[in-house]
């Protein structure tokens, strides 16, 4: 069981909004950045939002991400049939002297 | 353009040892720090290790402390993961991944461990 705890799955329909959750702890969203990393079905994972709410060069301003207190969520809209993948967040942890931690996942599946 | 080739992986028996590598290309290796990331089979993303630009500082996940090391050779450009002792739940592509600014920018393809009698 992961100490990042997101839901094991979404889905919407194109063009819908979604959100993905992913909540933490004092020890590690509370206190450091959130990361989003998406891995598409049979690839290595790709940054996504870094430092709670930036997105990396490429990627589309349909991604944005956000933190509020010890939990951030991943927002999608107009959702597209290649966003289909699973979507990971990730955070340093404090009480682990610095070591990062990811979420368990959550596969978005696009109707 | 960044590249990141792992290998190294394969089959082993549990007890056994293997090294993976990951060479490097396409930017100034030591400005960075590094990560190996694994996902076991049908399973999420587990960070495993990391470690400073000199080789200084390195870290590493509990399940792991003790039997695996990570290293790295500036002047070859590659990072490596000397894993001992390996166990069943080792089992896992193995992944390298370039750090910058606390985000892993930059993931190779991955190389499959796959730890079995």
């Known amino acids: 069981q992961s100490v990042l705890t997101q839901p094991p799955s979404a889905s919407g329909t194109p063009g819908q909004r979604v959100t993905i959750s992913c909540s933490g702890s004092?020890?590690?969203?509370?206190?450091?950045?959130v990361y989003w990393y998406q891995q598409l079905p049979g690839t290595a994972p790709k940054l996504l939002i870094y430092?709670?709410?930036q997105r990396p060069s490429g990627v589309p301003d349909r991604f944005s991400g956000s933190k509020s207190g010890n939990s951030a969520s991943l927002a999608i809209r107009g959702l597209r049939s290649e966003d289909e993948a699973d979507y990971y967040c990730?955070?340093?942890?404090?009480?682990?002297?610095?070591?990062?931690?990811f979420g368990g996942g959550t596969k978005l599946t696009v109707l | 353009e960044v590249q990141l080739v792992e290998s190294g992986g394969g089959l082993v028996q549990p007890g056994g040892s293997l090294r993976l590598s990951c060479a490097a290309s396409?930017?100034?290796?030591?400005?960075?720090?590094m990560s190996w990331v694994r996902q076991a089979p049908g399973k999420g993303l587990e960070w495993v290790a990391n470690?400073?630009?000199?080789?200084?500082?390195?870290y590493y996940v509990d399940s792991v402390k003790g039997r695996f090391t990570i290293s790295r050779d500036n002047a070859k450009k590659s990072l490596y993961l000397q894993m001992n002792s390996l166990r069943a739940d080792d089992t896992a592509i193995y992944y390298c991944?370039?750090?910058?600014?606390?985000?892993?920018?930059?993931w190779g393809q991955g190389t499959l461990v796959t730890v079995s009698s």
């Open positions: 991944a370039k750090d910058q600014g606390g985000a892993m920018v930059s």
């Open positions: 396409g930017f100034t290796f030591t400005s960075h720090w």
């Open positions: 470690i400073k630009e000199d080789g200084s500082e390195r």
């Open positions: 004092n020890s590690n969203i509370g206190k450091n950045s």
């Open positions: 430092k709670n709410d």
């Open positions: 990730a955070a340093w942890d404090d009480s682990l002297g610095g070591r990062r931690l």
